[in-house]
Every structure is written in structure tokens, then in C-alpha cells.
């Protein structure tokens, strides 16, 4: 039916649009709800009927009378009690079924966790077995990586204690080819010791005024050779490198640490660079602009006491050099358990004494900072045999530190952890304090008194011409030899005698006169 507002009809799509819609669409329902209220009251008068006709009264009194009929009918109580009994037994029947599940589903639980249980010890005693296996098997590896490494070890010590052994033999077999030994002379009770490679006498750092150029030369070259080829043979490398005559480098030379081993090839001091004859372009570019470091020179074309008057930069320079060369040999000794310059720094200057000790008197005792734990075998599981990895006994610490240490093996490397240890108690780390200790000493040294020495034939020219003194000051300036005297010298007339071979044929008796500073 169509609105006659909305033209229309309802639907649950389209809202209402009016009040006719919503009564329209509200009608059927309310005259279904009419219908059975009338059906329900039909039937409330047919049940008052048979319990019992009410009295006559008000229509509010009707409940009342009905409910009083219901307590007092025994039909009424009779079907109620029923009633409540079935629905009793219904509530008590769902009670049953649901605790039968609950009690099905909790035996299931139990034999789940049952299961579970069961699960968890087999995995728990297959654990506990795994372990144990893996704890024997793991000792058994434990055991036999052990033995290895303990027969690699000692076959390690072995080499490497042959390999020391080999060293030391080739450093003092060098030392007796260049001649290095010693000389003692007694005089006045005293023992005086000198050392010498070769022919030349090796000049302490304190009496490098009192020493003959050419003699000085001879020896600090000789040195330079024998120290160059002993680091060599030791496997060292040198902090102050020493560059050996060669091709278009007639002379040794030494180089201060922070210019040593630069990898590149200078060209020796005061010559022409190759490089720099060409004036071609290619030539140009490919030539190192670079700075140069200006090596120290280890010869002398004269005698210290002129060279320091005549050229005070190259007399510096050889001062530096030579004390380079004496810290090399101190540092050389100190990689071998000498511990030089531990008392005092002028242990250095001993340069043939140091260098003698170390390559010709009998090798020292080991050091008590050397770390023994690379010789010790770990024993703690092992039994002897030598397939066991227990090392010998002699092995257990070595006798001497002669060729212990180098840089050209991981056995006992100094730039190891354990080499640098070692070298970490040295006092004299660097040769700075060094060189100007020795310089400052030469320098005290020049400023004192000098000595000179004159012949019999001037004190008897002096005692039969006593009244031509002006001649015989004349003729003992000619005749005299003046030398730089460090106290303690008791070859000072032999040295005279060396350094000027004019003077040979002359004989000196030993006279000395205190001559002031101003005559000289």
C-alpha cells in the first residue's frame, strides 16, 4: 500500500518520511500482540476454573484469590513439584555431563603430562650423556692438542736454541777474523786493560783527543764492519743505521735513529748525485725532492785537537757519530743480557770493552728480566717422553741470552710483547743524553790544562845558554808537541810519538812542562 504523502512504499532501505508510514508499518504487529494477550487471558479463566471458581469482587482481587487457591490445591502442588523435580534432574543430568568432561579432559591432561614427563627425562638422561661423552671427548682432544703443541714447542726451543747456538758462533768467529782481543799492561802496581781489533787500538769516547787520526779511522771502520755484520748474524736490527763503503760511498757513515732506514738510497756527503749530472727533463722529474738526512761520518782526515779549531761542524759531526756507533754497540749488548749504561751512562764510551764482552769473554749469566714462561713446558697434564710434549730439562730455561733475541724470528722477537718487556728497563732508550754527555765532556776536557813535552837537547841548549833565552823559546816552539792530556794517561808519550812521524827519530825522556793556554 502506497503512502499518499510519500507515494512510496516502506522498506528497511528507505526511512520513514512520515507518521502514516510508521503507523502503517507498526499496525500488524500490534494486532499479533492484541491476539495473544485475548489468549493468554482466555486461558488464565480457563485455569481459574478448574482450581476453583473466585469470588465475586473487584477485578483487583481476582490475583489474590488465585494465588491463595494455588497453596491450598493439592493438584497445584503436586504438578509444581514435579515440575521443579524435572528440571532438578535436568540441572543435575547437565551437572554430571559437564564434570564427565571435565574429568575427561583432565585424565587426558594427566596422561599428556605424563607423556611430557616421560619426554623430558629421556631428553634430560640423553643430555647428561651427551655431556659426559662430550666431556671425555673434549679431555681426550684437550689432551692430544696438549701433546702437540708441547712436542711443537719443544722442537721450537730446540731450533731455536741451535739456531742461537749458530749465531753465537758465527759473531765470535767473526770477532777473531777482525782481531778483536785484549791487552793488559802492569804498571805501578796497576792493570791497565786495552782493546784492539786488529792492529788498531779502539780509543775510549773520554780519550778521543789523545788518538791518532789515522788510527782512529782505521778502528771506528773496522767497528763499523764488525758491528754491521754481528747485528747481521744476530738477526738485529740496529737503531742507528751504519751504511758500509760501497759503490760511489768510500767511507762508512751512520745515521741518528729518526733518519735510519727511510728506504732510499743518498748519496755520500759532498759528491754529486747521479741524477743531478743529466740536465735532461726526465731526469729532472724522476730526481727525489726530498729532503736529505745528513749522516754522520765515522773518519777523520785530522787529528780532533786541529779539527776542532778548523771545522767545528765536522768535528760535532763525528763526535755524534762515533758516540752512534758506541749506543749501537750498548744497545747490541743490552738485546744480549749485557745490560750497559745500567750504573752509569759512561759505560757506553767503552766501546772495545763492551763490544769484547759480548763477542769474545764467556757469555754472561741469563738476566733475571728475560720471562722464562717460552721455555717451560706445560707438564701439568703431560707424562715424560719427548711424544708426551714434555721438554727437556735443559730446555727449561736457557743458559746464556747470547742469540736469544732478534727481530727475524717469532721465537723471542723484540717487537713482540715480550721482547719489548725486556727492552723497556733499558736507562738509555734514547742516544740524545748520550751525545751530549760526550760532548760535554770532550768540551771540559779542551778548556783544562794541556800539557806539552820537550826533548833533553832544549833543557841542555837551556842550561849551557842561559843568556839566549829569547833563541831557545824560538827553538822550543819548534820542537814542541802539543797534545790535550786527559788525566790518567800513561801512554801520553808513546801517543805524541805516533802522531807525528817527523819526530820519530828523536828521542823523548819523558820531561813535561805545565805551558799556559796563552803560548799555545
Known amino acids: 500500500m502506497l503512502c499518499n504523502i510519500c507515494n512510496r512504499p516502506a522498506n528497511h532501505r528507505l526511512p520513514f518520511n512520515c507518521t502514516l508510514c510508521a503507523r502503517e508499518a507498526l499496525y500488524d504487529t500490534r494486532v499479533h500482540l492484541a491476539h495473544i494477550l485475548l ?28 494465588l491463595g487457591a494455588k497453596k491450598v490445591n493439592p493438584l497445584w502442588i503436586t504438578e509444581t513439584a514435579g515440575v521443579e523435580r524435572t528440571a532438578s534432574s535436568e540441572r543435575t543430568q547437565v551437572i554430571h555431563s559437564q564434570a564427565e568432561a571435565l574429568l575427561e579432559t583432565l585424565k587426558s591432561i594427566k596422561i599428556e603430562i605424563a607423556k611430557k614427563k616421560s619426554q623430558l627425562s629421556r631428553r634430560r638422561s640423553e643430555l647428561a650423556a651427551a655431556k659426559q661423552d662430550l666431556s671425555r671427548r673434549k679431555a681426550i682432544d684437550y689432551s692430544t692438542v696438549e701433546k702437540a703443541i708441547g712436542r711443537t714447542q719443544q722442537r721450537w726451543n730446540v731450533m731455536h736454541t741451535r739456531t742461537a747456538d749458530s749465531r753465537i758462533f758465527l759473531s765470535r768467529e767473526a770477532a777473531k777474523l777482525y782481531g778483536l782481543h785484549q791487552r793488559k799492561q802492569t804498571k805501578d802496581g796497576l792493570i791497565a786493560e786495552s782493546y784492539h781489533v786488529g792492529i788498531f787500538p779502539i780509543h775510549d ?37 751504519i751504511v758500509l763503503p760501497h759503490q ?9 735513529p729518526s733518519s735510519s732506514y727511510l728506504g732510499r738510497d743518498f748519496p755520500f756527503p759532498g759528491s754529486t ?45 763525528f763526535v755524534e757519530g762515533i758516540t752512534l756507533l758506541a749506543w749501537d754497540i750498548a744497545w747490541l749488548c743490552r738485546t744480549q743480557g749485557l745490560d750497559v749504561g745500567a750504573k752509569s751512562w759512561d759505560e757506553v764510551c767503552a766501546m772495545g770493552r763492551n763490544l769484547w764482552q759480548l763477542l769474545v769473554a764467556p757469555p754472561p749469566a741469563i738476566s733475571n728480566d728475560i720471562p722464562s714462561g717460552r721455555y717451560q713446558a706445560n707438564t701439568a697434564k703431560t707424562s715424560g717422553g719427548p711424544s708426551s710434549g714434555q721438554a ?16 727475524n724470528t717469532a ?11 725486556f727492552m723497556r728497563g733499558w736507562r738509555l732508550q734514547s742516544p740524545l743524553r748520550v751525545v751530549e754527555k760526550v760532548k760535554a765532556m770532550l768540551v771540559s776536557e779542551r778548556t783544562g790544562a794541556e800539557w806539552e813535552v820537550l826533548e833533553d837537547k832544549e833543557w841542555e841548549i837551556g842550561s849551557h845558554q842561559s843568556d839566549k833565552m829569547g833563541e831557545l823559546a824560538t827553538l822550543m816552539e819548534e820542537t814542541v808537541l802539543v797534545k790535550g792530556l786527559e788525566q790518567g794517561n800513561t801512554e801520553l808519550t808513546g801517543a805524541v810519538e805516533s802522531e807525528d812521524k817527523e819526530e820519530k827519530g828523536r828521542s823523548t825522556s819523558g820531561w813535561t812542562k805545565l805551558k799556559s793556554r796563552s803560548g799555545i
Not at 760511489?248 to 741518528?256: A, E, F, G, K, Q
Not at 730439562?393 to 727481530?407: C, I
Open 39 to 66: 489468549q493468554r487471558e482466555v486461558r488464565e479463566h480457563n485455569v481459574d476454573r478448574h482450581l476453583g471458581e473466585p469470588q465475586q469482587g473487584a477485578t483487583g482481587q481476582i490475583g489474590s484469590v488465585s
Open 411 to 421: 721465537h723471542s722477537s723484540l717487537t713482540a710483547a715480550e721482547g719489548t718487556d
Open 248 to 256: 760511489d760511498y768510500p767511507l762508512p757513515m751512520i745515521y741518528s
Open 273 to 317: 748525485p747521479s741524477h743531478s749530472l743529466s740536465n735532461s727533463p726526465s731526469a729532472s722529474r724522476a730526481s727525489d725532492t726530498r729532503s736529505t738526512p745528513r749522516p754522520r761520518p765515522l773518519h777523520l782526515s785530522k787529528k780532533l785537537s786541529t779539527l776542532v779549531k778548523e771545522d767545528a761542524v765536522a768535528y760535532s759531526l
Open 205 to 241: 769516547l773520554r780519550d778521543l783527543h789523545n788518538a791518532s787520526s789515522a788510527h782512529l779511522t782505521s778502528a771506528t771502520s773496522t767497528l763499523a764492519h764488525l758491528v754491521h755484520l754481528v747485528s747481521h748474524y744476530f738477526g738485529l736490527r740496529l737503531p742507528a743505521q
Open 392 to 407: 727437556p730439562k735443559d730446555l727449561a730455561l736457557p743458559a746464556s741470552m747470547l742469540g736469544r733475541y732478534s727481530h
